[in-house]
């Protein structure tokens, strides 16, 4: 299985500033994504981040609030702009091992955000 | 669309129970559906996965049991343990032939076990 690593594990940020999360594999992986999971609630997709090109996002999130990168197959940035208190959540990467397609995640980035 | 329901927000057993979880997904074209526990304070552990040209899978423990005809999704912990507290979540791939791409996770059932 593949070991995510993503930091800040957690920050507390004033409102209308922005916030990059940086997301780290120890092995070879295959897709990226990044999940949002608001307080007590379930996880839902915000992007898939695309090695080298533009990620690709779902409904409801848009590239100049979640910025990602993706510069290399097992590294991966998400920034969380211009922020407000709705944008309080925890922010996942998340990755799929070679071979076995299972998606792995990390810690987990615990933004509040006053 | 996918959507995936919940049928119980919580879960209280005793210790050496066994546990159920269940969930219910709409689109009967998915193809592939998984299990996750999540502790608190930590991302979510992949736990078992099934897809839908079987029925049942068993892990160490767990068992997931996939009935197609009603769209009805278990997870069965057998012998429950203090440790295997957490929420847990199934999640579905609502695509023919998916992978883990564009996961749909449902709310998540907290399981306590009592000692």
């Known amino acids: 299985s593949a070991v995510i690593s993503q930091k800040p594990s957690r920050d507390i940020c004033q409102r209308g500033t922005s916030l990059t999360i940086q997301c780290q594999v120890d092995?070879?992986?295959?897709?990226m994504f990044w999940y949002r999971q608001q307080p007590g609630q379930s996880l839902t997709l915000i992007a898939t981040a695309n090695q080298g090109s533009e990620a690709t996002y779902e409904s409801g999130f848009v590239i100049d609030k979640f910025p990602i990168s993706r510069p290399n197959l097992t590294f991966s940035t998400l920034t969380v702009s211009n922020m407000s208190p709705e944008d309080s959540s925890i922010y996942l990467c998340?990755?799929?091992?070679?071979?076995?397609?299972?998606?792995?995640f990390g810690e987990g980035s615990r933004l509040t955000v006053l | 669309g996918e959507s995936v329901g919940l049928h119980l927000p919580t879960l209280s057993v005793q210790e050496g129970d066994n546990s159920i979880i269940n969930c219910a997904y709409s689109?009967?074209?998915?193809?592939?559906f998984i299990w996750y526990k999540q502790e608190s304070g930590k991302g979510p552990q992949f736990i078992i996965d099934i897809r839908s040209n079987m029925d049942k899978r068993q892990g160490q423990r767990v068992t997931v049991l996939l009935n197609k005809t009603v769209k009805h999704l278990s997870l069965q912990i057998a012998a429950t343990q203090p440790g295997d507290s957490a929420v847990y979540f199934c999640a579905v791939s609502p695509r023919p032939q998916g992978g883990s791409e564009k996961l749909v996770f449902g709310k998540g059932t907290k399981l306590t076990v009592n000692p």
């Open positions: 998340s990755a799929t091992g070679r071979g076995t397609g299972e998606l792995f």
């Open positions: 689109n009967s074209a998915s193809d592939y």
């Open positions: 092995s070879q992986v295959t897709m």
